[in-house]
Structures are given as structure tokens and as C-alpha cells.
């Protein structure tokens, strides 16, 4: 396989002016006629006319109306063209209904609809498919189907045909085509200067009454951008489309979102208020990129965190805005750590702008995305709100239609506030997460704080430089009293101290608040001050930090010294949960703990061999502490759960719902379940169903729910993935292989839809004690299904491959097991380009 390097680029020999192209929709024959304008491009030295097109019969080609026969390959076609501008057609047949991948024009429940980004427009028509070429497209879709939409503002329509105008120059991988028997959840918006905007979501006949929620948070956030950023919906009409079949969350077509309908639909009695949650975040992350993606957008994929860690950004700043800012944060924090830490620190580790790949979508990483956002908040940290605010007016205002790179989006930083960042650059070129070491020193009144930074090796840069930190620190006095407030130190040395004079005794910081910046501190702290801070902290990232700390020290105490659960974390867990003054939601994050696969990440970097099996117990061990420990508060905590009135999916009502349900759950190790059976029975709404029903899956329980659960919900698919992903996730790690391949069995595993592939399968990788099996059953029975799915839907199975990173982490049989299957993996014949790839960096 061809490796592409940021280094490399070149732009295009052409210049597009116009396309127009017209679909014939038929499942297996669907013609595509195109008609584009194209120009030299004067800043082009290369001059090879090469289209992009894959999986295309080309049926005829004309340059100026004369007929051509241009040099095809299974990647695209050459033709030598004049040294002025010209008008190129194409007809090509394309046969969506076998296009199984998802990528181009596909086929699903009978819905037309596409997938283009990054590379699948080319499935579709010979094109410069690249992000940097952009024109106006014209569309007209003839098919007999009541439904036909594509991008922009519809100019016409009759009976089996429309036409859809887009007048925003806009990249290929922007384009849309949904075609149906859909039905319209409609409302409108009109934005602040007057225009109105036609807002449809478009479902299948029967999930109708699943759109309200979507639509509602879409008119939020086109308040939000414009209160927020100033940015105004620019077009007449912005449609959006559920589809079951999907490989990702949603994607942002220019005036047409195309979503994955566990992404949009949504009601009380069939979604999670966790549910609810990333959906508005969804539908808020895909508007804001009609700015920051759409109207500005990348000049080549390299620079793909331009548009997604902005974006990621700037859904987060909305979330916030709607919801708690502390909870969103913490949750944000906890996604970091479990997603891309193990990213950071592992073989697929990468740049935030990555400099090389093989098959770009495989960098739709939690690195790029959600790494990529807290560069942009250290960014912002590190200027101030309102020099942010004063760089992302210049950002809207000089880049307005461009296609442009991460040195464009810093410049416009550099150029308002004057400041040099080529140090903080290293954040978008150097992979790995930082540590950060603290030392401290007390004399004579006067306090030094000592930061030290390195980072680790990482494929490909051994070495790294130090990068510039932000680092927010308060101090607090021997009573607990903040005797500083949060201040900014700025780290840019390998190693730099800092000092806070006049303070009456030595205080105890708070280093890091609100998580200034992705890195790991190394802060030796006593069981005690980690107490303490959780007592008085005034920040509430930190204060859950403290109590993070102490859970996480406790379980790795027990896990590598048989120690006892610390009564420090019991008796100040116990504290923070008595006081009613606290937010439900954010009580109920203090009673998470690390992952088990966080767990065994930090063993591993202390130098311990991780033992999934002494986790697990280590982690049940300490849940049955803390149930007996808080034994008498449970019930008046569980209670929170039983709101007033009827269901919202608001911060509030979730908030207490999360309380009561981990409330239920420490109940349940107690009572054995008792309490959780009358909780299902008596659940109307699914946030308190499925928490019931973990509740007795956890306990050994709840056959005879399961079983009444599929019964309730086998017509409704996104809940059935939830019923494939529970049982899995939550079984016990001896049973869990199993469970897993007696589910793929069931009649219900449509295992070519990404959403239940994932259900089942990412269960398992889920299940940390159950996926490492000492059998190794879980690893052949995951390598099983990606051989199989890997030929149906690369995207899909690539992705998942990811189950494997850690895989160096554990003993020495555990990886022979899994190196045995990723070589069977590796060895199958016609492997595709995505799965070969994140395989061989996973090995190697
Ligand atoms: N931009 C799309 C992701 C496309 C993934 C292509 N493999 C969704 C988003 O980030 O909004
Ligand atoms: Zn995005």
C-alpha cells in the first residue's frame, strides 16, 4: 500500500468553476451524468489532469462536446486536456445497492443516500476528490422515490424529479444525495438577520415521534453560534436525514446532515438520557460545521483537526452553555483518558496533525478529534476569552471560502495578539502524552512550585521537545481556604519553578484545574492531602480529580499489595455524597472509578504486568466496600431518581437519574437485586429501565427481564443494540466470550449493520476481564468477526481493530494469543487497505 505524506502536497493543476451533475436512480444501475467546468490553475505547476474513481464504470467522456477516451485505472482516469478553461462530461453507472461499505452512494431500508467523506465521492464520479478543489454543484436526481435531496437550496421539482443549487463553494466530500420514502419532522428558524430557514428531519414512516428532541437542539445551537460566534445559517433550508445504516455518528453535508439514527432519534421511552445528551451534542457538533468545516474547511486531510478539533470545541462550549460546565468537563476528561490516552501511549500513537497515512480514515481518531479540542482550549487558556474571540473574528473573516492549514489558524492568533507560537505548534506535531512532574519547596514564606515535563517515545519520533503547558494552579491554607486563586503558570521549559510569596503557612496546590491541559501529573501526594483536596477544593474539576486520585491508588494498592479499600476514599466518598448542597449529576461522577483497562494501563506504567482477572476483583471488591460503607445514605440517594412530573431529558432530571442508578447499584450488592427487579418493573422511561436491568445482570440475575426486554423491544433496532451490547458488557468475564458467541447466533445479529457489529462486539472489547479470557476466546471470536466483516465494510472493521492496542500491556501468553490472531488478521487474502494498515501499525 502507497503511504501519503503532509510533506508532499501539491495543489491541483485545475481550477473547478461549476458541476453539475444528474443522477438516474435505479439499485443496480444508477447512471451518473457530470458536467464541469474546469481552468488552468495559475499557482499549479503539474499539469496532469487526473480524476479520482473507483468502482465506476465509465460509460462515455467528452472534453468542449467532443468525444474522449481517457487512460482508466482502478484508482482513476488521465486525459490530456487544453491549456485553457473547458467543459468536461462523464457518464458513469454505479450499483449502489451492492455497495456494502457504506462509502459513496448506498443503499438502505431502500433509502438512497451517500457517504463521501474523506475519499467517497470518487465512488460516485470521476473528480479532483480532494478537499482543497471546491465549486458550486447543481443536482438534479431523477428517481421515482416521494423524497429527493441534495445539498443547497432547491430551483425545481416535478413529479420523480428535483434540482438542488448549492451557490457555497464547497469540496467533494461535502456532497449529498438522500433519495426515499421518508417522512418530515418540520419547523423553522429565523436567524438574526432576518432570514428564514426551513428545518426538516427526515425519518422513515413509524419514527416520527422520535424527531422532537433533534429539532430542538438543532434551533439551539443555530442560537448558540450566532449569540456565541456570530455565524448565520447561510442557505434556505437545512435538512437533516436519519439512516440505520451508518458507519459513524452523522456527517455534516452542506445544508444536508446525514445521520446515524442512534445519532437523532430519540424518546423517553426508548433512549437513555445519555442518549438524549450526545444527541444534542451531535446535532450541535454537525451545524457548527458549517462554519468551521463547511465554509472554511481543510486544505488537505492532514488537516483534518482544523475543522474537528474546533468543532469538537465548540460542542463542547455549547454543552456546557446548556448543561453544567463541571459535569461536561469531568465527563470530557474521562472520554480523554479512556480513548485517547490509550491512543497517545500505544502503537497507533499520532500528531494531532498527522504527517502520514495510508488510508485517512483510519486518522478519525479520539487524538485528532478530541485531542485536537484541548489544543484550541490551551489555545484559548493561553490568550484569554477575548483575544480568542477577536482571533476567531479574524479566522471568519480572512479564510471565508478557503481551504486552509493549521498555520493559517495559528497565524490568525500570532496576528492578534502578537504572540509567538511556534513552541505551542508542537502540540499539533508531536505524539504522545506529556507528563508533568511536581516538586515543591516551602521557605521563609515563600513557596516554589518545580514542574518538570517530558513526554515518551512515540512510532516514528523518539525525542521529544518541551511544549508549552498551561497550567492552572490555586492554593489553599491549612483550614482549607483558597489563600490563592487559579492562576495561569506557563511551562515551556523541560523543567521551570515557579514562586507564590507572602502566604502564612505552606499551602497545599491545586495543580491543574479543570484539566488545563492533556497531560499525565505525577504529583506524590498522601492519601490524606488527596482528602483534603477532596474536602475543600474550590475547583470542581479538581475536587473529583482528588477523589479520582483516591480511588485509583486505593485499587492499585489492593490490586498489587492485597491492601484493604483506604478509608480515606471511603470516609470522603461518604462526605461528598452526604452533602445535598452538590449537584446530583456531578455526585454521581465521584462515585465512578478508572476503567479497568485505565487500571491496567497505569500498572503497566509503573512496571507491573497487568492481571485483568486481579482488576476485576479488585474493582468488585472495592463496589461492595463502598455499598456497606454508605449502606445507610443509599436509599435517600436512590430516591433522587424518582423526579417530580413528567420525563426531561434536562441536566437536571439526568443528573438525578445518574445519582439514583449508581445509588441502585450499590443497593444491588447488597440485596442481591431485590430492589433493582421492583425498579424494572415499575420503569417507565429507558434511562431507569436499563439501569435496572444492569443493575441485574450485574447481580446474576435478570433472565427473565432480558427475556421480557426482547420481547418489549425486538421491533425497535436502536434498542435492540442496546439489549446486544448490555448483556455482553456486563456479563462475567468467564462467561463473557461465550455470551458473546452464542449472541452473534441470534436471528437479530444483523452483523452488516455497523451499529449492531458495534453493539455486540465493542460489549466485548468493553468487557475488559471478560475480552482478556485467559482462553483467549474472546480475542479468536473479535478476529473472527473482523475476517468476516472486513471484506463487507472495511471502515467498520478497521475501526474496531483498535480493541487490540493495549495488546502489549499483558503477560506474555496473552500476547502470543493475540499476536497469533493479528497475523491470522494480517494473512487473510484481500485485505483491504484500512484493516492492513491499522493491523500492521498495531504489530509492529
Ligand atoms: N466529518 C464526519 C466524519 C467523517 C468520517 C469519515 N470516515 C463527522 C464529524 O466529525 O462531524
Ligand atoms: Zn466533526
Not at 478543489?133 to 424529479?161: D, E
Not at 452464542?742 to 452488516?752: A, I, Q, S
Request: charged share 25%; hydrophobic share 40%; net charge negative.
Amino acid at each position: 500500500p502507497t503511504t501519503i505524506y503532509l510533506k508532499d502536497y501539491t495543489p491541483f493543476g485545475y481550477i473547478v468553476d461549476s458541476v453539475h451533475l444528474t443522477f438516474d436512480l435505479a439499485p443496480h444501475a444508477t447512471r451518473v451524468k457530470s458536467r464541469i467546468a474546469f481552468r488552468p490553475n495559475p499557482e499549479a505547476s503539474d499539469k496532469t489532469f487526473f480524476l479520482h474513481g473507483e468502482e465506476l464504470k465509465l460509460i462515455r467522456a467528452s472534453i468542449d462536446g467532443a468525444e474522449v477516451t481517457p487512460d482508466v485505472t482502478d484508482k482513476g482516469l488521465t486525459a490530456s486536456v487544453p491549456d485553457a478553461p473547458f467543459v468536461w462530461e462523464a457518464e458513469v453507472e454505479i450499483d449502489p445497492g451492492n455497495n456494502t461499505a457504506l462509502e459513496g452512494l448506498y443503499m438502505s431500508n431502500g433509502m438512497y443516500c451517500t457517504q463521501c467523506e474523506a475519499e467517497g465521492f470518487r465512488k460516485i464520479t470521476y473528480y479532483p476528490d480532494r478537499p482543497d478543489v471546491m465549486s458550486t454543484f447543481t443536482v438534479r436526481i431523477n428517481g421515482n422515490l416521494p423524497v429527493l435531496l441534495s445539498n443547497g437550496n432547491p430551483t425545481g421539482k416535478g413529479k420523480g424529479w428535483a434540482e438542488w443549487t448549492d451557490p457555497w463553494p464547497k469540496p467533494a466530500y461535502l456532497f449529498a444525495l438522500v433519495a426515499g420514502d421518508l417522512v418530515a419532522h418540520s419547523d423553522g428558524f429565523t436567524t438574526k438577520s432576518g432570514r428564514h430557514v426551513d428545518l426538516n428531519l427526515w425519518v422513515r414512516p413509524g419514527d416520527e415521534g422520535k424527531c422532537a428532541f433533534g429539532m430542538e437542539a438543532l434551533k439551539k445551537s443555530m442560537k448558540w453560534d450566532e449569540d456565541v460566534y456570530g455565524r448565520e445559517y447561510d442557505l434556505d433550508v437545512f435538512n437533516i436525514v436519519a439512516v440505520d445504516d451508518f458507519n459513524m455518528g452523522a456527517m455534516e453535508n452542506k445544508g444536508l446532515n446525514i445521520f446515524n439514527s442512534s445519532a437523532v432519534l430519540a424518546s423517553p421511552e426508548t433512549s437513555t438520557d445519555a442518549n438524549f445528551e450526545r444527541i444534542e451534542a451531535i446535532i450541535a457538533h454537525e451545524y457548527f460545521h458549517n462554519w468551521t468545516g463547511n465554509r472554511i474547511t481543510c486544505r488537505d486531510w492532514f488537516q483534518l483537526c482544523l475543522k474537528e478539533g474546533l468543532t469538537v470545541f465548540r460542542d463542547a462550549q455549547f454543552t456546557s452553555d446548556m448543561r453544567s460546565a463541571p459535569v461536561k468537563r469531568i465527563n470530557d476528561v474521562i472520554e480523554l483518558r479512556a480513548r485517547q490516552f490509550p491512543e497517545d501511549n500505544g502503537p497507533l500513537a499520532h500528531p494531532v496533525r498527522p504527517e502520514s497515512f495510508q488510508e485517512i480514515n483510519n486518522f478519525y481518531t479520539a487524538t485528532v478529534y478530541e485531542k485536537g479540542a484541548e489544543v484550541i482550549g490551551m489555545l484559548k487558556t493561553l490568550v484569554g476569552d477575548e483575544a480568542y474571540a477577536k482571533a476567531l473574528d479574524l479566522y471568519f473573516e480572512r479564510h471565508d471560502g478557503q481551504a486552509c492549514t493549521i498555520e493559517d489558524w495559528l497565524k490568525v492568533f500570532e496576528d492578534t495578539t502578537g504572540r509567538d507560537l511556534s513552541q505551542f505548534k508542537r502540540w499539533y506535531s508531536q505524539a504522545g502524552t506529556p507528563r508533568v512532574k511536581v516538586e515543591e519547596d516551602w521557605a521563609d514564606g515563600t513557596y516554589t512550585l518545580t514542574l518538570s515535563q517530558s513526554t515518551p517515545p512515540t512510532p516514528g519520533q523518539p525525542e521529544k521537545l518541551p511544549q508549552v503547558i498551561p497550567v492552572a494552579v490555586g492554593l489553599l491554607g491549612p483550614n482549607g481556604d483558597e489563600v490563592r486563586g487559579t492562576e495561569v503558570l506557563e511551562l515551556t521549559d523541560a523543567r521551570q519553578s515557579f514562586t507564590f510569596e507572602g502566604l502564612a503557612a505552606k499551602p497545599v496546590p491545586s495543580i491543574l484545574r479543570g484539566f488545563s491541559a492533556p497531560v499525565i501529573l505525577e504529583q506524590d501526594s498522601t492519601p490524606a492531602q488527596r482528602a483534603f483536596m477532596l474536602a475543600h477544593d474550590t475547583d470542581p474539576f479538581n475536587r473529583w480529580e482528588a477523589g479520582r486520585a483516591l480511588a485509583t491508588e486505593t485499587l492499585l494498592g489492593m490490586i498489587t499489595r492485597d491492601a484493604a479499600p483506604g478509608s480515606d476514599y471511603l470516609d470522603g466518598l461518604l462526605a461528598v455524597m452526604r452533602d445535598d448542597a452538590l449537584d446530583p449529576a456531578y455526585r454521581a461522577l465521584m462515585l465512578g472509578l478508572p476503567t479497568q483497562s485505565e487500571l491496567a494501563g497505569m500498572l503497566h506504567d509503573k512496571g507491573v504486568t497487568p492481571d485483568p482477572m486481579a482488576i476485576w476483583t479488585a474493582v468488585e471488591t472495592l463496589r461492595q466496600a463502598t455499598a456497606q460503607h454508605m449502606q445507610d445514605l443509599l436509599p435517600r440517594l436512590h430516591s433522587q431518581s424518582l423526579v417530580d412530573g413528567p420525563y426531561r431529558p434536562d441536566a437536571e432530571q439526568s443528573g438525578k437519574r445518574a445519582l439514583g442508578s449508581a445509588a441502585l447499584a450499590l443497593i444491588s450488592r447488597l440485596d442481591g437485586g431485590t430492589q433493582a427487579a421492583t425498579e424494572y418493573a415499575r420503569a417507565d422511561n429507558m434511562t431507569l429501565q436499563l439501569s435496572a436491568l444492569s443493575c441485574l445482570l450485574k447481580s446474576g440475575k435478570g433472565e427473565a427481564e432480558l427475556a421480557a426486554f426482547y420481547e418489549q423491544w425486538r421491533h425497535d433496532r436502536l434498542v435492540m443494540d442496546k439489549w446486544f451490547g448490555l448483556q455482553v458488557a456486563l456479563a462475567s468475564p468467564d462467561r463473557a466470550p461465550e455470551i458473546a458467541r452464542r449472541l452473534t447466533e441470534h436471528p437479530d445479529f444483523n452483523w452488516k449493520n455497523p451499529n449492531r457489529f458495534r453493539a455486540l462486539m465493542g460489549g466485548l472489547a468493553m468487557n475488559h476481564a471478560g475480552f482478556h479470557h485467559a482462553s483467549g476466546a474472546s480475542y479468536e471470536l473479535l478476529a473472527d468477526w473482523l475476517i468476516r466483516l472486513d471484506p463487507v465494510n472495511p471502515q467498520t472493521t478497521a475501526r474496531m481493530c483498535s480493541a487490540f492496542q493495549t495488546w502489549k500491556r499483558y503477560d506474555a501468553d496473552r500476547q502470543d494469543l493475540i499476536r497469533a490472531q493479528l497475523i491470522r488478521i494480517a494473512e487473510t487474502p484481500d485485505l483491504s487497505r484500512d484493516t492492513t494498515e491499522m493491523i500492521s501499525r498495531i504489530l509492529a
